[in-house]
């Protein structure tokens, strides 16, 4: 499938491993010296890493990565050497995707790669220890346990809303004034330059935001100018950063308050926003809110 993914340039990376804690999906190490994906399954292009290398040696291209195809991923991992192919091995294993693992095997005995342990990393397990309790490991893996982004994984709520629904029974519905003050909302498709974001407190949300908490508009929203995006999901991230950019720098907005929900892919709606005030050469205080998928606010701070 044609995707879009990132490339690290070999020749420009120094390995000094500033990416790695920024990449949601692990899915960066370094190795050898160098910084490396180790596996195309678990990069989703969002690009997080990015403005955390001083050497401007990782970028997002589109390229045919075929996601599902682990001798395929294999076929590229190898040519790094067997350091590459274990971390490789560990982080499937960390995934459970237990079913990859049987297919790298495969690939390693078939190719004849020499995975014997002797001079390995010392805090890399040894690739063929992994397999001898595959079989039970696999029938003991429940199957939404598979993909290990907290941001997909399925939670039901319904039990706690049961309580509160019970608690406030007898209370008379009472209809509850929006705080929004402008339309539309989506970043996309706002102007940075209308007249409602000149000199305005402006709030950056998740898309999610608003609906996970209850009280977004009166804690969040009153008062201030609203844009809303998805860093996962959303495409063209690049004029997202634009129109942050022209928000500081044109409309000389006053504060930014970036609303982010607590799953790992939010990350990057406080990275554009770094960029963008970095872009624009002017400072404005910046606030991250992390919201809890149940509403509740986990962190607040000045960044």
């Not at 490339?7 to 910084?35: M, S, W, Y």
């Not at 969002?46 to 970028?59: D, K, M, N, T, V």
């Not at 495409?235 to 308050?257: F, G, H, P, Q, R």
């Not at 926003?273 to 606010?297: E, F, H, L, M, W």
């Amino acid at each position: 499938m044609l995707r879009k993914i990132i490339k690290i340039d070999e020749e420009k990376c120094n390995g000094c491993g500033l990416c790695i804690p920024n990449c949601h999906e692990g899915a960066l190490q370094v190795i050898d010296g160098k910084a490396r994906l180790i596996n195309d399954l678990f990069c989703d292009g969002l690009g997080a890493c990015l403005g955390h290398c001083p050497e401007a040696a990782i970028e997002i291209i589109e390229r045919e990565a075929e996601a599902y195809s682990e001798t395929l991923v294999m076929e590229q991992i190898a040519k790094h050497g067997r350091n590459t192919i274990l971390a490789h091995l560990e982080h499937l294993r960390d995934h459970k995707e237990y079913e990859l693992l049987k297919e790298a095997a495969v690939y390693i005995k078939n190719n004849g790669i020499d995975m014997s342990p002797e001079s390995l990393t010392p805090n890399i397990i040894p690739a063929m220890a992994i397999y001898p309790n595959l079989q039970q490991a696999i029938k003991e893996t429940k199957p939404d346990s598979v993909c290990g982004c907290s941001g997909s994984k399925p939670m039901d709520f319904r039990i706690d809303m049961e309580k509160v629904e019970a608690s406030v029974a007898d209370t008379s519905p009472v209809a509850v004034p929006s705080e929004l003050r402008q339309w539309p909302v989506q970043l996309h498709l706002l102007n940075p330059q209308a007249s409602y974001f000149k000199n305005a407190d402006v709030v950056l949300a998740a898309d999610c935001a608003a609906f996970a908490m209850g009280d977004f508009h009166d804690k969040y929203l009153k008062g201030k100018t609203l844009a809303i995006a998805c860093p996962k999901l959303d495409s063209n991230k690049e004029s997202y950063v634009e129109k942050l950019t022209s928000m500081v720098s044109d409309a000389k907005i006053n504060t930014l308050t970036v609303v982010m929900m607590e799953v790992p892919c939010c990350g990057g709606l406080l990275q554009m926003v770094k960029i963008a005030v970095q872009n624009a050469g002017r400072t404005i205080p910046i606030k991250k809110a992390i919201i809890g998928v149940q509403g509740n606010v986990l962190t607040e701070d000045w960044v």
